[in-house]
């Protein structure tokens, strides 16, 4: 049963954004970007070290080991580039990784790198860091996207701003997201705070969560294509024909 038969398009089981002050009042300060560690170092390790996430970290040339070439090693000159899945992180989408366990693999946790291609076969990713290409699973992803501040009744100021989603901590259920306030001369702050309280942008690919009425329906990966003021609800497709409308609190960006 598809659930765009299930309460005429539209998933309830989350509290109303308008309801919700989303902020928890932590402020990491400083710029994220342009510091970021690429080999060492781990910018948000301390938030991601409660996964267990066991093989998910494979290192070496992605390309070289999946027959991506031709004759000869050279690339067939006809071969179409196949269409991105509605549920599938399109390549060139900018990452941040996190929760790998391995001892080989915590260094990179909090690195930043860019999707190269999606491997069906081992539903792994191939994630180009420094010039270097890994294999990872997707629940070691968190897609790096700029949405926008709502519905906030506390820190109403920041209603309206960007925010950039750099990261998703799961024992809050918050993101950490980096907003420019230009408050008081601070500049760019690290803040936490609630999907409901962020419009993710369309194109972005993301997962079901939280809902009390469909609950089957949690962890289905969709695609966000837009956004309804008027009804507080996303539009996302959860297959080749289907969309349905969701509220902002059960899609995370993950």
């Not at 301390?46 to 070289?64: I, L, Q, V, W």
């Not at 990179?108 to 990713?125: E, F, H, I, L």
């Not at 700029?146 to 209603?159: A, D, M, P, R, Y």
């Amino acid at each position: 049963q598809d659930p765009s038969s299930m309460g005429g398009f539209g998933f309830g089981g989350m509290k109303n954004s308008k309801n919700s002050s989303g902020f928890g009042g932590l402020d990491l300060g400083g710029s994220l970007f342009g510091e970021m560690p690429r080999s060492n170092g781990d910018a948000f390790g301390h938030h991601f070290n409660n996964g267990n996430a066991n093989n998910t970290f494979d290192s070496g040339h992605y390309y070289g080991n999946h027959g991506y070439g031709g004759f000869n090693g050279r690339k067939h000159s006809t071969k179409r580039k196949r269409p991105e899945e509605f549920d599938v992180i399109p390549s060139g989408t900018k990452v941040c990784i996190h929760g790998l366990t391995a001892p080989n693999a915590r260094q990179y946790n909090g690195t930043v790198g860019r999707v190269k291609a999606y491997d069906t076969q081992s539903d792994r990713y191939a994630v180009n860091v420094s010039g270097k290409s890994f294999k990872l699973k997707r629940k070691n992803l968190q897609q790096i996207a700029t949405g926008t501040i709502c519905g906030l009744k506390t820190h109403v100021e920041l209603n309206g701003h960007s925010a950039r989603i750099v990261n998703f901590n799961k024992n809050k259920h918050k993101y950490i997201v980096e907003v420019n306030t230009n408050v008081e001369n601070k500049g760019k702050r690290l803040l936490l705070s609630s999907p409901e309280n962020v419009i993710l942008p369309s194109g972005v690919r993301g997962t079901i969560d939280g809902l009390k009425s469909a609950p089957k329906w949690n962890g289905k990966r969709c695609l966000v294509c837009g956004y309804d003021e008027a009804t507080e609800r996303y539009a996302v497709q959860i297959s080749e024909s289907r969309v349905v409308n969701v509220k902002l609190g059960n899609v995370l960006l993950l």
